[in-house]
């Protein structure tokens, strides 16, 4: 069945540094792919989305890259910040006839000041 | 924040006992949608409504009933056939399918 991987599932980096998230999804029919960042005890947020027609966009610290032909998309955070720590999840969404959204496991981002 | 309101924070459940875990939104969204978290996973999503009086299941659907009689309100109830209950469930909504989603904070459910 229709599936999305994310890697990697915890990731540590020195305040400052850059840090990327990766996943791949199964179904080339996906067109859309949010971002949500969940801190402990708290609803997931929307960060960043992306849509099938474009490859790359950003919004200040945050961009997401995306490769249709690989069916890959990417969460780069830059300049990290030890409010960034939180668990990141990936989703590919598709709306063909039914709605079908898969989310990734996530990624447990830990930010050292 | 406000937006999308989840009761109760923490439920337990019988067995053999239906429970409705309520979930209320004024953002004036049309599609709404009922997810379940697993330790170490991602959301499932369980069952969706893009508009009023229309629900669809999900990928996990089996042992779970919802309604959508109101745009803002959209109970789901897990009843005695589902037979691993315990996870954290999250209500979400958005303008439509495939729009970015406003989640609730959650109904934690154990089973006594």
């Known amino acids: 069945g229709e599936n999305v991987e994310q890697h990697p599932s915890t990731l540590s980096v020195q305040e400052g540094d850059s840090a990327v998230i990766k996943c791949t999804y199964s179904?080339?029919?996906?067109?859309?792919f949010p971002w949500y960042k969940q801190e402990l005890g708290k609803r997931p947020q929307l960060i960043i989305d992306?849509?099938?027609?474009?490859g790359e966009k950003k919004d200040q610290r945050i961009a997401v890259t995306l490769n249709k032909t690989a069916k890959h998309f990417s969460l780069h955070i830059t300049e990290t910040q030890p409010e960034d720590s939180a668990v990141y999840f990936c989703?590919?969404?598709?709306?063909?006839?039914?709605?079908?959204?898969?989310f990734g496991a996530g990624t447990r981002l830990f930010v050292k000041a | 924040d406000g937006g999308i309101t989840q009761s109760p924070k923490y439920l337990f459940r019988k067995e053999g006992q239906n429970v409705t875990l309520s979930c209320e939104q004024n953002l004036n969204h049309d599609a709404m949608y009922w997810y379940r978290q697993d330790p170490g996973q991602g959301l499932r999503l369980i069952y969706y409504?893009?508009?009023?009086?229309?629900?669809q299941k999900g990928d996990i659907a089996e042992g779970y009933s919802v309604s959508r009689e109101k745009k803002e309100s959209f109970p789901l109830t897990v009843t005695s056939a589902q037979k691993n209950p315990t996870a954290f469930y999250l209500c979400a909504s958005s303008w439509g399918l495939d729009q970015p989603q406003h989640f609730g904070d959650g109904t934690r459910l154990s089973i006594l």
């Open positions: 989703a590919a969404s598709m709306y063909t006839g039914g709605f079908k959204t898969i």
């Open positions: 179904d080339s029919a996906s067109n859309y």
């Open positions: 992306i849509r099938s027609n474009v």
């Open positions: 409504s893009q508009i009023v009086n229309d629900f």
